[in-house]
């Protein structure tokens, strides 16, 4: 099972992959709203991705943090 | 106490939710993807795998019945999660990667991992279908492929901003 694809190269095909989504935390309790575009600015607490599986199966959040 | 237990199960019927939150932390990062990619050494870009102990780059059958440990807290399953492993680009043209962090409503411990949520439609409602836990299911790959996993997870993100 998958979310997204390595071969999408714009913004209006990566809105189409509903599932693969982005959050700019403020801080680690912030969880709207999902993005289908990298944050445009920085983010205080990090970027979160959110991978939304078919809604019975899962979904997986991913914290990423650029350290410098 | 009988007719009791009844009503009790009657009435938990009606409001039932069912969901689960777990943490896992990295097991490995590697070019590897069973699901997308199976065989290839390496795959066709890196991953962030959490876990059990039984990924490979092939994987087939229960894979509960092949792992012994996992880095997810709940250590009666030993599914596998993975991510594509996302890049800055350095002015300079340099790539490195990007680390990932803890989430912090989990405990402490759980380092650079996923947060992994089961739910049947969102927490707050019943969903329309049923959840199934730790069961292999029948997966198609993107290229139609039918396999029997435990669950693998696989996402690749779209390349970068250009």
Not at chain 2, 125 to 140: D, E, H, L, R, Y
Request: hydrophobic share 35%; glycine share 10%; aromatic share 10%.
């Amino acid at each position: 099972m998958t979310v997204g694809s390595p071969v999408t190269d714009s913004l209006d095909a990566a809105k189409k992959h509903v599932g693969l989504r982005f959050v700019c935390l403020t801080d680690k309790n912030t969880r709207f709203p999902e993005l289908p575009d990298f944050p445009t600015k920085a983010c205080k607490g990090g970027i979160m991705t959110v991978h939304h599986f078919p809604s019975w199966v899962i979904h997986l959040a991913i914290y990423l943090q650029i350290t410098n | 106490m009988k007719s009791l237990a009844l009503a009790l199960a009657l009435a938990l019927a009606g409001v039932s939710q069912g969901a689960l939150r777990f943490g896992c932390s990295t097991v490995s990062i590697q070019r590897l993807d069973p699901l997308v990619e199976p065989g290839n050494i390496p795959s066709a870009h890196v991953h962030q795998i959490v876990g059990g102990n039984a990924f490979n780059a092939t994987m087939s059958g229960d894979i509960g019945e092949q792992g012994t440990c996992t880095t997810c807290t709940f250590s009666e399953d030993f599914s596998n999660y993975w991510t594509a492993v996302m890049y800055f680009k350095h002015p300079n043209g340099t790539y490195k990667r990007v680390p990932i962090m803890q989430n912090a409503a989990l405990p402490n411990g759980i380092n650079g991992g996923m947060t992994i949520y089961y739910t049947q439609q969102d927490f707050n409602s019943n969903g329309n279908q049923k959840i199934t836990a730790f069961k292999p299911v029948s997966c198609n790959d993107q290229f139609g492929h039918t396999k029997l996993i435990t669950i693998g997870i696989s996402y690749d993100g779209w390349k970068s901003r250009n």
